[in-house]
T-cell receptor, first 109, second 120 residues
Framework: GEDVEQSLFLSVREGDSSVINCTYT??????LYWYKQEPGAGLQLLTY?????DMKQDQRLTVLLNKKDKHLSLRIADTQTGDSAIYFC?????????FGAGTTVTVRA | GAVVSQHPSWVICKSGTSVKIECRSL??????MFWYRQFPKQSLMLMAT?????????EQGVEKDKFLINHASLTLSTLTVTSAHPEDSSFYIC????????????????FGNGTRLTVT
């Protein structure tokens, strides 16, 4: 998705926090999403945030939204080996989701 | 939670043959389903929007005669790749939006696990 940009790779040590960043362009986006894709599998919705919120926390996941800068981030606390995957941010523009290219997170021991 | 079943999970076919991929919502009704294509190490590209009881809406650059979509019921949409060629090899993913929810803007979609298509 050219309208949604993410860094492509992130390497993190097990137990540390991971922060994945995303920028989007559609200021009318009402919802922004984070999806996780494990190898060979479909997408799993991790969390989403309403555009009128600044932060949402769900167990180890914290989503921060800076609507002024159109910047979205996902923080994973206490990263585990099972968190190794590709993470996509997505925004609703009109009737369809636009995805970023995905950030490949590699967790090292 | 809402479950979307996609079948088959992988398929190998010969050039020139057709392949049908099914997308089923198992515990909810879906008026709208979406078909995506994903190339290796790339994001998902929306191919078409499938609407129950009506013709699918294709994204620009997607050949509707090549990728036939049928959404015959509120729980099933199919994508048929006709006269497949090696360049059609890809990972195809469907998603479904539950009927009765607010507009898609307000509802996350539920994804199938994808179908790996290899055309030889």
């Amino acid at each position: 998705g050219e309208d949604v940009e993410q860094s492509l790779f992130l390497s993190v040590r097990e137990g540390d926090s991971s922060v994945i960043n995303c920028t989007y362009t559609d200021s009318s986006s009402t919802y922004l999403y984070w999806y996780k894709q494990e190898p060979g599998a479909g997408l799993q919705l991790l969390t989403y945030i309403f555009s009128n919120m600044d932060m949402k926390q769900d167990q180890r996941l914290t989503v921060l939204l800076n609507k002024k800068d159109k910047h979205l981030s996902l923080r994973i606390a206490d990263t585990q080996t099972g968190d190794s995957a590709i993470y996509f941010c997505a925004e609703i523009g009109g009737y369809k989701l636009s995805f970023g290219a995905g950030t490949t997170v590699t967790v090292r021991a | 939670g809402a479950v979307v079943s996609q079948h088959p999970s992988w398929v190998i076919c010969k050039s020139g043959t057709s392949v049908k991929i099914e997308c089923r919502s198992l515990d909810f009704q879906a008026t709208t389903m979406f078909w995506y294509r994903q190339f290796p190490k790339q994001s998902l590209m929306l191919m078409a929007t499938s609407n129950e009881g009506s013709k699918a809406t294709y994204e620009q650059g997607v050949e509707k005669d090549k990728f036939l979509i049928n959404h015959a019921s509120l729980t099933l949409s199919t994508l048929t790749v006709t006269s497949a060629h090696p360049e059609d090899s890809s990972f195809y993913i469907c998603s479904a939006q539950a009927t009765g929810t607010p507009k898609v803007d307000n509802s996350p979609l539920h994804f199938g696990n994808g179908t790996r298509l290899t055309v030889t």
